[in-house]
C-alpha cells in the first residue's frame, strides 16, 4: 500500500518537529541542554555602566549565522556564517558614526564553524573540509576554494566541524562533533575516524590525530600557543568547561576512543579498557530495547578525578563553568591581550556561551604543571548566542553571533556585536587564586576595609558533578566550608581566606556578597567558581584574623522538607495560597530557571504562562522539573534538564505560583 | 508543531490512493482507438534527432503509438481519439517530441494540456510543454480572443527523442438534474517529468480547438495529430465515476477527560452531542483531553472492496459495518493509517472514536474512502484535518553569477538511500544545475528548473542536506576515473592517491573542480549551454599517468545514433563526445561508455 505515511517519513530526517519514534529523536536532541543561568547576576544596567553592547548595523535580509570571525592585519573584522558566506567587514569600527560595509568574500560554503586570516588567506572548516580561500585576481572575492584535507564524516546532523585554531608551527587544530546513535540516540558516537577527536592539520593537508574525548567541542582556543578546549553538558559531560588540550589527551567522552587503534592515533585507550573501570549503561528492558541512562539520585557514581589514577590520558578539565549558573553551551575561547583597553583583565581568558548568551571571565594559574583556576560572570544581554569572539584592533571586542536552531537567552537569530569598555573601573574580583591553606582574592579596586573584614560577607561552597553516561549531572557532593581566617592586604586590594576542608578537584563557589569598595559599591558580581585541581605547596598565613568564635558558617543551604510523592495529589494543599512573582522570583533566579523561562514570553523553554494552559495539578509542575518531558514541547529545541536539586518545597512554591498564572 | 505536513499530504497525497490496479491502454494495435487516418500507428522502437526537425524514424513492432505528420498540414480529422470515454481520471504516459513538434493531450476531447517542443525555454508560456491551452472567443476583439491560457510552473521539457512522462489528475465537470453545469472542470494535479506544474486549477470551459464546443461528464480521451510527429507508449489511467461514500443521521457526543480507551470513554456521559454531516474534531470546543463519538451510517454506492484511511494527531478506533476497521492506535498529526474492506450496497452501521491526551499535538481528524471507481475524497470538514501552518521554506535561485553551495545531497543507488557527504551544487541562470561529489570526482546529477530548496539545512538547526528543486537525472556517483591495466577490467574505486583539491572560479565565478590522482593533475570543469540545453564537461589531466580512463556514462542501454550522439539508457539523456575516443563496452550487465584519458576529454551531456 502506498500511504501518506511513507512519504512523510523521508521528510522526518529534515524536519525535527514531529517525531514520533525514539530512533528519530536523535534529531530533536542536543547539543545543550540549556538551562539557566541565575539572575542573581542579573545587572545588565550595572554592566553596561562598564562595558557596553554596540550592535552592528545589518542589511535586511542579510543573515549573519556567525560560525568564525577573526581580523586581518588592517584591523578589518572578518565572519564565516552558517549560510556559507564569508565576510570582510570594512568600518567596523564606525569611526564618525557612518555604517560599517559589508563585503561578500566568498560564499557556498557548508555550515562554517570557524575562520583565521594567515598568509593572505582564510582557512575555515566546513562540515567535511578544512578549506583555504584565497583571492588571486584581486577584485576583492575568493577565486580559489583549495581543499587542504578532507574529513571524513557520515552526514549525521550533529556533525559539526570546528576551527581552525593556529598553533606557533603555523599547523592548523580543527575539532570534531561527535553523532549519536540510531536506537541509542542519546549516546554519542563517532562514525568516522576522528569524529569527536582535535586533529592538527599542516598547510600542506597532512592530518594527525591529536586528541579525544570530545563531545561537542565547539569551545576552542589558541592561548600563549596552547590548543585549549570548552565542552558542555551532555552525556558523559556533567556540566561545561574549558582545558588545555595537548597531544594525545583522553577529554571524557567515550566515543572517539573507536579510533585509538589506529596506528596514528596518540591516545591508546581504548573503549573497553574505559568501560571496564565504569558503566555505560548500555542496558536494555525486557522487549529488548535499549535504555536511556538517567541519574540515579541514591548513587555517589564516580566524578571524572578519581578515573585519572586508572586512565593516565585523561586530561581534567582547567575549570568547570558550572552548567547554567555561568554557561550551558561553551564556545570560543579567548585572551585579553589588549594590555588595557579593554579594561582591568589583561591576560584573562574570555569563554562565550551560545544558549546562555553571555560572557565568562576566567582567570587561570598553574600549580603543580596543571591549569586550575576562577571563572567569574562577566557580561550578558548579548542579542544571540555568543558564539565566536575576537579583540578588534582598538581593544574593543566583536562578537559573533547565533543561536542557529538551538535557543538562547538572546532572542535574536543572529548578528555581530561589539563590547566596548568605557574607561571606568568595575569593582569586581580580579583574580582569585589558590593558597596553600585557602584562597587569595585580588579587587580592581581598594576595599572599604570593615566589609572586606567581615566573615560574615564570605561564603565557600563545594561541590563536584558525576562521570557518567547520563546527559549531564546534577551538583553533587555539596560542603560548605568553614573560613578560619582572613587578612587584608595594606593597601586594601586583597584578601586572603584561610579556609577548613577544602578539596582538590572540586569546584569552590566563593561569594563576596557585602563586600564593597572604598566608595561604598558592592562587586559587579559577587561570586567566582575556582577549580581546586591543586591545593599549592608553600606558606601558610600567619597573622591573620581568626573568625570570631560564636559565628556559624554561612550556608544558604535550604531547609529540609517532609517529601510527598509528585503524584500525590495532595500536595496540592501544602501551599494554599499561591505565592505572588515577587515571592518566587528567589527561587526562579536561584535554581537557575529564569534563564531559560520568562513569565509571558518564549524564551529558550516556554513561558510560565503557557505552562500554565497545560493545566498540570502542581504536583506534576514539580515531577516534571524533576523529571522534564521533552516530547510534550516539541517546537523547542533544547531539552530541560531534570533539575532534581530543586527542594521539594522550592518546587511546589513555583508550581503553585505558576498555576496561579492560568486565566 | 506539525509545520510539514500539510506539504507532506500535497507532496506525497497526489498519487497516495490504495493500490487499486491502473487500466492499461493496449498498445499492440489500434483497436483502443476510433477509426482514424493512416499519420497514426503502432510501432517497436522510435528515434528521433535534435537538430533536424519533426524527425522521426520507427521499426516495426508493438508498444509504441506514433503520429506522423508534416508540420503545416492541419486537421481535426488527424487527432485520435480512444474508444474509452471518461469523467473523471488519473493517466500517466510517456510520451516523445520531434524537434518543434506540437500535440496535446484533450481531456474529455474538451481540455488540452499542450504538448510541446519546448526544450530550452527560459520562460514557459501556456502554449508550452505542460501548459494549460488558452480558451478562445471568436467574438472578441483580436488580440484578446485567447484567454485563460495557465503556463506551467517551470519549464522541465526535455531534448526532442528523448521520453518525457507526464501524470495527469483530471476532475471532469459536475451537472445537476437538469444538465445545468454546477462545477468546473478541474486539474487537481499534472506532474510532468517528476515536477509538479499545475495543481487544483479550474479550467472555467473547453480550450480552444476543443472537439465540441460544450462540457460534457463523459468523453473520449483525445491526442492532437495534426501538429508534427510524437509518440506515446505506457498509457495507463483510472478511471472513476462520480459516486461517493456519505454519512446519515451522523451523531456526535463530546467527552471530556483524559482516557486511553474507549471503555474509558464509555465509563462517563457525553457533555454535548449532536448531529453533524461530516467529521469534525473542532465540536469538541477543546483542544486537549476529549474524546468525540460518532455513530451513524454510511450509504455505501455499489457492493465492494473500500479503502479507508484516517489522520488524526491522537487516539482513534473506528467499526464500519460492525467489523472493527482501526483498532485503538495513536497517531502523531499528519500521519495517517489504512484498511482495506469489503462492504455491502446500501447503509452500513458507522462508529468511530477519537480522542487525544497529549497536549502538544494539534487536534485533526480526517477520514478517507476510495474503491476502484471511486476517487479517494473526504468524509471529514476540510479544517479538520489540517494542521498547524507549514514551514516557510528557504530557497536558494540562481540569478546572475552561478551560485555554488555546499551541503550533504541525498540520492538513491541501486535502490538504496545515499548521503553525499562533499557535495558541491552548482546552480546556473540558464536553468540548470549540477551537483558534484568531491569524493569521486563525480558529476552524480543534473537537473533543469529551480535549483536547491535548502530548508532542510537552514531551518532550525537543519540536517546539512539541500534538495534539488527541478527534474533530475540521476547520474551515477561512481569515480569519473580510473587506472585500467587493461581496458577490459572492470570499473573500480578510487585508491589512495586520490586528494581532492577543490575548486577554482573563473571570470564568470564557474568552478573547475581539481584533484590529484594516480600521479596526475585533474581539472574538471561542467559549464551549462547559453540555451540551457546542456552542459559541456571538460577533463584535463596533466603529468603522465598510463591507462588513465574515464567513464562518461553507464547505464544498461547505451547506443550510437548515425550522427555520433549516444542515447543513454531508455532515452534518458545524450552524450555527444567532442574531443576524445569513445568506445562503448559492456561490463556486469551495464554498457559503459569510457575514453582513454591522456590529454583533454570534452563532451555535452544533452537533457
Redesign the interface.
Known sequence: ????????SL?L????????SKKMKN?IKI?ISLLTFSSVFAQNAAENDYYRIITLPVAEGMLLEVGGITTLPNGDVALAT???DIWVINNAYMNGGSAPYYRKFA?????ILGLIYKNGSFYCA????L??LTDK?GDGK??????VC?LP???H?H?YTFGPKLMPDGSMIVTGNVAFGDEEWWRGESRRPWRGWAVKITED?KLEPYATGMRSPCGIGAIDGEFWYGDNQGDWMGSGFIAQVNKGDFMGHPAGLRWTGEPNSPVKLTTEQLYAKIDPRKTKDANGYYIKPENIESERGKYLFEMKKDIPELKLPAVWLPHGVLGISTSEIIKDETNGAFGPFTGQLFVGDEGKSNLTRVFIEKINGQYQGAAFPFKEGFQSGTLRMVFGNDGSMFVGETN???GSAGTTTAGVERLVWTGKMPFEMKTVKATPDGFEVEFTKPVNKATAADFKNYQIRSFIYKYQPVYGSPTVDEKFLNIKGLKLSDDGLKVRLLVDGLREHYIHELKADGVKDIDNKTLLHNTAYYTLNNIPSGEKMTNYTPRPANLKVNATATAEVKLTTPDDVSAKKVVAKAPTFEEVKPLLQKHTCLACHQVDKRQVGPAYKDVAK??YSDAKIVSLIYKPQP?????Y?TEMAPMPQVPQADALKIAAWINSLKK | MTKNFIKNLIFCGLWASAAYAQQTLPLNDMSAFRPIKENWSIVGSVVSNIDQLNAMTTESGSGILVCKNEIGKYGIEKDLLTLMEHGDLDIELDFMMAKGSNSGIYLQGRYEIQLFDSWGKKMAKYNDLGGIYERWDESKPEGSKGYEGIAPRINVAKAPGLWQNIKISFQAPRFDTNGKKISNAKILSIILNNILIHENVEITGPTRGALVDNEVSQGPLRFQGDHGNVAFRNIKYKSFNQKTLAFSDLKFGVYKGNFRTVADIEKIKPETSGNVALLNWNVSNAENEFAVKYVGKIKVPVAGKYTFTTVHGGNSQMKINGQEAFKNGWLNSGEDRQMTIDLPAGDVDFEMYYWKADGWLQPSLGLYAESETIRKHALHYANSALVANPTSPILLTSAIEPVILRSFMDIKEDGKAKRIVHAVSVGNKENIHFTYDLDNGALFQIWKGGFLNTTPMWNDRGDGSSKPMGSVISLSDSPLLNVLASPTNSWGNLDESYRPRGYELDENGQPTFKYDFAGGFISDKITPSEDGKLFKREIAVKGSVTNLYARLAVAKNITKTPEGLYIIGDNAYYLKVIEGTPSIRESNGQKELIAPLSEKITYSIIF
Open positions: 500500500m502506498v500511504s501518506v505515511k511513507n512519504c512523510s521528510n530526517k529534515i524536519y525535527s518537529k514531529f517525531l514520533k534529531i547539543f552558517r549560510r556559507g560564499s557556498g560554503l557548508h555550515e566546513q562540515r567535511g573540509e578549506t583555504k585576481n575568493a577565486d580559489s576554494y583549495e581543499t578532507n564524516i557520515s552526514g546532523y556533525e593537508g542557529r536552531g538551538w497545560r493545566g516530547k510534550n514541547w516539541p517546537e529545541a
